[in-house]
């Protein structure tokens, strides 16, 4: 069987993202769909507005057969650590084909540009511009045309298309080649607005949030902003200094606004400059928030995390050949440093609630099965 792996956020599962699933097995013919979905923290620095086990649960409905966890320490990292967490998720779950969303369409260039970002060539190119003082997006994009030509680094400008360069990066330095479909994407684009069909999940989550769309008790960060506050208030610049990406003064200024600030959108905009991305900043607040430190992401996932499985992800999982432990029973987990850290990151979900509820949902909540 044909096993085909997808990052995802799902953060909330939409038409969109069927359609990719659907589009896949169209190419790809009898396959089963293996995602690596980030559970209730998100790249952008933010809780997912719906948790983990029922955006899993949508998952399946829309197409999906197995849903693995992605741990908060790569789900809410840079997208070099979250693509490389996921994509080792995905090869050890025995995927052979990895499909994402994709501005360009166009598989073959980028991985052109995965090796040339991955080259020596790159790094030496970026670092000079990046010497300039120059915002990092635009240092990369032009250390990149450096190598690769104005057009054949086009396909960096595209937010899908960068991540699926991550992900064809990773699966380099894991030495996994598995054929790659880069589904055009359809309807509104990344962070776009509201579409007949295919809505943007930014637009879908700022209805969610704003009780336009009706959901049952949604999340975001902003319902603990006091609580994260808090938290950045009894920090140390050292602690500050403890967090990822905290270099190039940065924890100075995150140390600093955290002083001031009084909402979460102040802190924000104090510590944010040209040369800081909004989102770098976003994660760093929230793994303090959540009290992780850089040291509490181990080098690779250390287990697989089962949220959701059918019959055909079930067959998956008994055609295993992975030395990582398959938790499939909340009780599988106890004892894992990793899995108790991630218990610790839920019961902080659980007051990001818009009507915070008790904590424990990481040992008592069962994988969905179909």
């Known amino acids: 069987m044909k096993i085909v792996g997808i990052v995802a956020e799902y953060n ?27 559970g209730n923290f998100v790249q952008r620095g933010d809780c997912a507005v ?8 949508a998952a399946l409905e829309g197409g999906a057969d197995l849903v693995l966890e992605l741990p908060t320490v790569w789900a809410a990292s840079s997208a070099e650590h979250f693509a490389f967490g996921s994509v080792y998720l995905l090869r050890e779950a025995g995927v052979d084909t990895l499909s994402f969303g994709s501005e360009s369409g166009d598989g073959e260039a980028l991985k052109r540009a995965a090796a040339a970002l991955d080259s020596e060539q790159f790094g030496a190119a970026l670092r000079s511009h990046l010497d300039e003082g120059l915002p990092f997006a635009l240092c990369r994009q032009r250390a990149a045309e450096e190598l690769l030509g104005e057009a054949g680094a086009a396909c960096l400008k595209g937010a899908n298309d960068n991540l699926g360069v991550e992900y064809l990066k990773a699966a380099r330095r894991l030495d996994f080649d598995p054929r790659v479909i880069a589904v055009p994407r359809v309807g509104a684009g990344h962070d776009g607005g509201e579409h007949p069909d295919y809505p943007s999940a930014s637009h879908l989550r700022k209805e969610i949030l704003e009780g336009c769309i009706p959901a049952d008790n949604p999340a975001g960060l902003i319902f603990a902003q006091r609580a994260v506050l808090a938290a950045l208030r009894s920090m140390t610049l050292s602690d500050f200094e403890a967090l990822p990406d905290s270099g190039e003064g940065l924890a100075n200024r995150l140390y600093s606004a955290s002083r001031q600030a009084v ?24 793994w303090a928030a959540l009290g992780l430190k850089q040291s509490d992401r181990p080098q690779t996932p250390p287990y697989l995390r089962v949220l959701a499985a059918n019959e055909r992800g079930r067959e998956v999982l008994k055609g295993l050949h992975t030395p990582l432990p398959v938790i499939t029973k909340p009780v599988h987990g106890k004892g894992i440093p990793l899995m108790e850290l991630e218990a610790r990151c839920t019961d902080f979900y659980a007051l990001c609630r818009r009507t915070p509820v008790p904590c424990g949902a990481e040992w008592s909540t069962s994988p969905i099965i179909r």
């Not at 909330?12 to 980030?38: D, K, L, N, W």
């Not at 719906?50 to 649960?57: E, I, L, P």
């Not at 909402?263 to 929230?286: D, F, N, P």
């Open 12 to 38: 909330p599962f939409h038409a969109g993202h069927g359609y990719q699933i659907a589009e896949t097995r169209r190419r790809v013919g009898e396959c089963a769909v293996v995602c690596a979905m980030s």
């Open 50 to 57: 719906a948790d983990k086990w029922s955006r899993a649960k």
């Open 263 to 286: 909402s979460l959108e102040e802190l924000y905009g104090l510590a944010k400059t040209k040369r800081y991305a909004h989102a770098r900043i976003r994660r760093m607040v929230l």
